[in-house]
């Protein structure tokens, strides 16, 4: 929980004129880390309209999006208000599990691990969503359900 609050606050604040977001990467192992690595090259440039910039310090589980609207963070820890055997929603085949106490939090449930997507009330939390779907699930060929991790 304190990862999450501290990546939350991190990608409020500007790392200077460059344009670089702070945001906390995560430190994913094995099968993990090289898919993270695949979805960082497969991730779109533009989403909902906010343009990729870089975060600092640089990562490859990590991506932002506008000023810190949205930021990705690929193999992050199982997020501890989720029950195992919760049902959660699909988005284009995706699994998501939306923090009921962090409304601006989503995570996809994927069985070699799990990508936390924060999304500020600027955006449309749906086509963020679906315009993370398909990357997700080229990256993350073997998508879980929230009871397969």
Known sequence: ???????????????????????????PQGATATACTTLNDRLPRTLDGAERVP??????YVAVWGEGEI???????????LDPLQQVPEINGVPWFADPARPALFTAIIRDGYVEVTISPRHQTADVLIDLAAPIKAAFPTIGTAGTT
């Open 1 to 27: 929980m304190v990862r999450v609050l501290a990546a939350l606050a991190a990608m409020a604040l500007l790392a200077g004129c460059g344009g670089a977001v702070r945001v906390d990467p995560p430190s």
């Open 55 to 60: 975060s600092e310090p640089s990562s490859p």
């Open 71 to 81: 930021a990705l963070r690929c193999g992050v820890p199982r997020p501890a208000a």
